[in-house]
């Protein structure tokens, strides 16, 4: 056996799994970067995880810490690839994952179509009844409760739910109902609904714990083989995983509350945005993620992610745990444009993916995909994406022109900057959403670009948009990768009261409070992972008596007295709808609290080798070639990426390449790199 003692061993490796490539980040104790992209492996995501350690040349044994951020979950629940699962809930209940809300798939018109996680035969009733308050009014029939446990294990369900009307209040009946499946289930695969949500609402409270039942198999037997995997090649370590609060969690643990881990690839790359935005002095952007199948767009404000309850996955799929507040739109390198039925040209949301790909990447792929845009448009280097460079490009521009091109009457140019304006068109549209949605002007931001493609437009988004400046990160297509290794230890805890706030006693919200961050507290330190220190972070969720929606008010002590939260609620209220309601009551809904493990930081300087560095832009320079920009086509010079100056100033046009992603600077815009090697990037005409 060789002596590995006096090898450089690598600190920590952060691994993102993509819709179409795998990103790898890992850093070794002598801040020596390790960078890897391949494609990603869907049908096993494992597979994609190991080909990146290998393409970076990190071998298992020589890493300390692997956190990784996975899309199992997610992906499960979009292509409705979930466990058999059933659910046993309180008597004239069942059908509440199937009413749901007074709303349907589509708003106007008469088709839609919705179907429940768990089918009807699969949700059984018991008796057993708690009142609003908690006080017992009908005890829980547990002969007929192992009967339904008989019925549900029969019928071949994998996982099984306990949902009680009420179990908010009192968990009493939920937790006997736990005590006695668990004599008669196969296996741990038991949620119960008040253990992962404690909140009022049924039908959220139902959604949530019933996709935690349903993905919760699949991602235990993913995590448990990649565990063994890593484990059989030396890895020492506990191998972590991202949730989608942006924190991360032991894989021997994260099956427990699987639905935490959706949203958890997009939410790294929201942490590492915050993580490097803060570092940059600009804690206020809005990021923009553009992969190679959709695009992630994001709110961060003073350095911290908007984080929110009430996610909605897709239609009738509300998941109601802490989540970074993530909204995505079928846009991404890979999506594919069309013609539709109406003679009007529409992008995504199908995609190319990784097999085949775009057309430009010369794998057997013919649909016309916004990256072969850019290719046309010289905007990306047909060497650079595809071997066959000279075919490639004849390939794309006769597809374009043939499916986009003769349809609308434009030629093959024409119909590249179209396909490249709906795109950036629906892109707006999402950033949009995010920012006026939470009662933000996206002028007030900076646009952070990261993803793949996202540098290829983020200036043209942020002139349709008036943002003023966009913030390019060292390695925009591996930023998801290194939120993996920047992310801290995350727990987040929620619990209903729903109460006028003069009814409740004096210390009842700081006692929960405290419960609340000694339970996160614990967690974190059951981690084993070195910390630098543990922060609590405190909120309410609060409505004025007889309103619907709830409106979160942080808070900086968990001991504010009942006068001073009233007026917090009041100014965080004026502050959102510019309305006074002096005369009304506030009420209490959920008292939730967040308990935040720091880990060491990360130099984001060590991203870069200074042996690469030139001393000029001319020296950077690899080449000119003609990009195409609003109506003319423009002689463009190109640099590279890590040979650019510590320090420099640049006037588009100019492109600018590096491993990763391709940054287009257009005419009249400047460029200049930070103290990080972050590209700040101020637009011509924003205000």
């Known amino acids: 056996m060789s002596d590995t003692s006096q090898r450089p061993k690598a600190a920590v490796a952060g691994i993102d799994v993509g819709g179409t490539f795998t990103d790898l980040v890992a850093l070794d104790a002598e801040g020596i970067i390790k960078l890897a992209k391949v494609p990603s492996t869907l049908q096993n995501q494992a597979h994609g995880v190991l080909n990146a350690l290998a393409a970076a040349d990190c071998k298992p044994s020589e890493l300390s810490l692997i956190v990784h951020g996975t899309t199992t979950t997610t992906n499960a629940l979009l292509e409705r690839n979930l466990a058999r699962t059933g659910l046993i809930t309180t008597a004239g209940f069942r059908d509440v994952l199937e009413l749901g809300r007074r709303t349907r798939p589509q708003a106007y018109g008469m088709h839609g179509r919705f179907a429940p996680l768990i089918p009807r035969d699969l949700r059984l009733e018991v008796a057993e009844r708690m009142d609003r308050d908690g ?29 009680f009307l009420h179990a908010y209040a009192n968990p009493r009946h939920e937790l006997e109902a736990i005590a006695e499946i668990q004599t008669l289930w196969p296996n741990d695969h038991i949620t119960a609904g008040h253990q992962l949500l404690s909140e009022n ?9 019933t996709v935690n039942a349903c993905v919760q198999p699949l991602l235990q037997r993913y995590v448990q083989s990649l565990s063994d995997t890593l484990a059989t090649q030396g890895y020492p370590g506990d191998l972590l995983v991202m949730n989608g609060n942006g924190g ?3 894989a021997r643990h994260v099956a427990k509350e699987a639905a935490k881990t959706v949203m958890s690839g997009p939410a790294s790359g929201v942490m590492a945005a915050a993580y490097t935005a803060r570092r940059a002095g600009i804690p206020n952007v809005i990021t923009y993620d553009m992969g190679g199948t959709s695009t992630d767009v994001a709110l961060i404000r003073d350095a911290s992610p908007s984080v929110s309850n009430e996610i909605e996955v897709e239609y009738g799929m509300p998941i109601h745990v802490p989540m970074v507040d993530v909204r995505t739109v079928g846009a991404g390198g890979g999506s594919i444009a069309k013609i539709n039925s109406g003679g009007l040209l529409d992008i995504g949301p199908q995609s190319a993916g990784a097999t085949p790909g775009p057309i430009c990447y010369g794998l057997g792929g013919t649909d016309p995909t916004i990256s072969d845009a850019n290719m046309l448009l010289g905007r990306l280097d047909p060497k650079g994406v595809s071997a066959s460079s000279g075919g490639t490009k004849n390939k794309v521009q006769h597809i374009i022109e043939t499916q986009i091109g003769k349809p609308l009457d434009l030629t093959a140019t024409e119909a590249a900057a179209a396909i490249v304006q709906v795109a950036n ?15 933000a002007d996206p002028r007030d931001f900076a646009l952070f670009a990261f993803g793949g493609a996202g540098p290829l437009h983020a ?4 002139k349709e948009l008036n943002i003023p400046r966009v913030l390019v990160p060292a390695r925009p297509g591996l930023t998801n990768a290194l939120g993996c290794v920047v992310a801290d230890l995350r727990h987040d805890f929620v619990q209903t009261i729903n109460a006028p706030l003069k009814t409740l006693k004096p210390t009842q919200i700081a006692d929960i409070f405290f419960k609340q961050s000694a339970k996160g507290k614990q967690l974190v330190l059951n981690e084993n992972i070195p910390i630098t220190e543990i922060e609590n972070h405190y909120s309410l969720d609060m409505q004025f008596v007889g309103q619907t929606h709830l409106l979160r008010v942080p808070l900086t002590e968990p001991t504010t007295s009942p006068e001073d939260l009233h007026s917090l609620f009041e100014a965080a209220y004026r502050a959102r709808f510019h309305v006074d309601l002096r005369e009304v009551q506030a009420a209490v809904v959920n008292v939730n609290c967040s308990v935040i493990g720091r880990r060491e930081t990360l130099d984001l300087r060590q991203l870069f080798d200074p042996r690469k560095r030139k001393t000029t832009l001319k020296d950077a320079q690899t080449g000119t070639r003609d990009v195409f920009f609003d109506t003319n086509w423009h002689p463009t010079p190109v640099y590279g990426r890590d040979s650019l100056p510590e320090t420099f100033t640049l006037i588009g046009p100019a492109i600018i390449e590096q491993l990763d992603t391709t940054i287009v600077v257009p005419p009249g815009d400047h460029v200049t790199p930070d103290h990080d090697g972050n590209l700040i990037i101020t637009i011509a005409g924003a205000t």
Request: charged letters at 20%.
């Open 135 to 163: 006080n017992v009014l009908v005890p829980l029939d547990k002969t007929a409760l192992r009967a339904a446990v008989r019925q549900l294990r029969d019928a071949g369900c994998e996982a099984i739910v306990v949902h």
């Open 201 to 209: 609402r049924e039908y959220e409270r139902g959604v949530t714990a």
């Open 248 to 250: 991360m969690v032991s």
């Open 425 to 439: 068109t629906k892109m707006a549209g999402a950033i949009r959403m995010v920012s006026l949605s939470l009662g």
């Open 459 to 462: 200036c043209a988004l942020a």
